[in-house]
């Protein structure tokens, strides 16, 4: 905890100097937004360099077109307008954390009072040769982009044994191997490909039947116990690891790989190097402080939470806590006043698993299909950044309802 306890007040609140926040993803945009709440919150710079908030797991929607991109993608400076938060389109390189400076891409070097890294994670190819370069992503407007081009020109072409491959049955490879199961209309084979021996590992068991089941009716192949070993312009290299398979290897002709497996972080370089886990995230205590900081604070996938007794999940719910903590925190640092401490609140699992399809379970609550679909899109409705953008997306969707 800080040092002598002082009372908030505009004035040293002020003299803490600004709260500057890198990365406006779901930490830090929505730190951001709950601190502009606070009554006497401090200046707030958010350092992001693209144009828009993408809300990921309404990603899949995207895809299909059961959404727009307005909805789930709106542009940061209207977002941000009239809220009390500056927003710097610009990409954060270095932290000194000696001198309390940060130096941006673009060139700019900025001070900062309290710092709030929440730069999020990439996709992970654990060297896999070819993956980088040869398979797709699934976390951008431009990997949607993308997909829906190719997915257009294997309708087009409608060859035979056309086949498109998705990498890792965690939550995004299932969900959206689910999404292109109905959107290949049977111009190409889906198959699923996953090292463990079962999708979902760390799923509700009831999310993992649904899913297994909506992948089934999808004519969706699941291959278990098979690692990627090469990804190739036209082709992956497998190794099948099960008891009978014995170790055998395989070759896949493809036309698209979706690499969804496993999430790696490369946070600015801070000076001098911070405490970091074996993939990259920064060692924090349980108020969300960086290991040895008072001034620094991360949060979302990239937080690894040193204390805790089981490593919290990469997901929005997490980091969506987190911000609401993050923000009061901020201001009890600014003041001198005792922290509060990081607790996680599991309020279950939603998945999309297909057009207009999904499952969720929730305070004892399980329920999967189209109602499950649309409850889905009603709480994360709830969890859009800004009460305005919210309503601008309700007033669409009612606009669009056909009873
Ligand atoms: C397709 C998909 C679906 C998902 N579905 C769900 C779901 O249904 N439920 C759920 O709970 N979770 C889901 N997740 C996980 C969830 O989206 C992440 O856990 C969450 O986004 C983490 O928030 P974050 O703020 O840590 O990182 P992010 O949301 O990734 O944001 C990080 C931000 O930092 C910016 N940034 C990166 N480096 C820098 C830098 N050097 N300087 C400045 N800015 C930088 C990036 O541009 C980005 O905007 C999904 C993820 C994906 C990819």
Request: glycine share 10%.
């Amino acid at each position: 905890m800080e040092g002598d306890p002082q009372p908030a007040t505009p004035a040293n609140t002020r003299q803490g100097g600004s709260v500057v926040i890198v990365g406006g993803g779901f930490a830090g945009l929505y730190t951001a937004l709950a601190l502009a709440q606070q009554r006497h919150h401090p200046p707030i710079l958010l350092i992001e360099p693209q144009n828009r908030f993408l809300f990921l797991p309404l990603l899949y929607e995207l895809l299909s077109g059961e959404l727009r991109r307005w909805e789930i993608a709106p542009c940061y400076d209207s977002l941000l307008a009239g809220k009390g938060v500056a927003w710097l389109q610009d990409r954060v390189d270095r932290i000194d954390t000696a001198t309390h400076q940060l130096h941006t891409r673009g060139g700019r070097s900025l001070g900062y009072g309290r710092l709030v890294i929440a730069c999020g994670g990439e996709a992970n190819h654990f060297g896999v040769p070819g993956a980088a370069i040869h398979s797709a992503g699934f976390r951008s407007l431009d990997d949607v982009e993308r997909l829906q081009h190719l997915l257009a020109e294997l309708k087009r072409e409608r060859r035979p044994l056309q086949r498109l491959a998705v990498v890792g049955a965690g939550p995004t490879g299932v969900e959206l191997a689910c999404k292109l199961g109905d959107l290949v209309e049977g111009a190409a084979v889906v198959e699923l490909i996953e090292q463990g021996p079962t999708l979902l590992p760390h799923s509700h068991a009831f999310c993992r039947e649904q899913a297994s089941q909506a992948l089934r009716r999808r004519d969706v192949r699941l291959r278990t116990h098979t690692a990627v070993t090469a990804v190739e312009a036209d082709r992956l290299r497998l190794a099948l690891r099960s008891p009978e398979a014995g170790g055998s290897e395989e070759v896949l002709p493809v036309n698209g790989v979706l690499w969804t497996a496993g999430l790696g972080f490369r946070p600015p370089a801070l000076h001098p190097a911070p405490p970091q886990d074996g993939l990259g995230r920064l060692r924090c205590g349980p108020d969300l402080r960086l290991e040895g900081h008072d001034d620094i604070f991360v949060a979302g996938d990239l937080a690894h939470l040193s204390e805790a007794e089981d490593p919290l999940p990469s997901s929005a719910q997490v980091a969506f806590q987190q911000a609401t903590l993050l923000a009061a925190n901020l201001v009890h640092s600014l003041a001198g006043e005792p922290l509060e401490l990081f607790q996680w609140n599991d309020l279950g699992e939603m998945m999309s698993l297909g057009v207009g399809d999904a499952c969720l379970t929730a305070s004892g609550l399980t329920l999967a299909g189209p109602a499950a679909f649309q409850l889905r899109r009603i709480a994360y409705l709830t969890r859009l950044p800004g009460l305005s953008h919210s309503l601008r997306v309700a007033a669409g969707w009612l606009a669009d309802w056909r009873p």
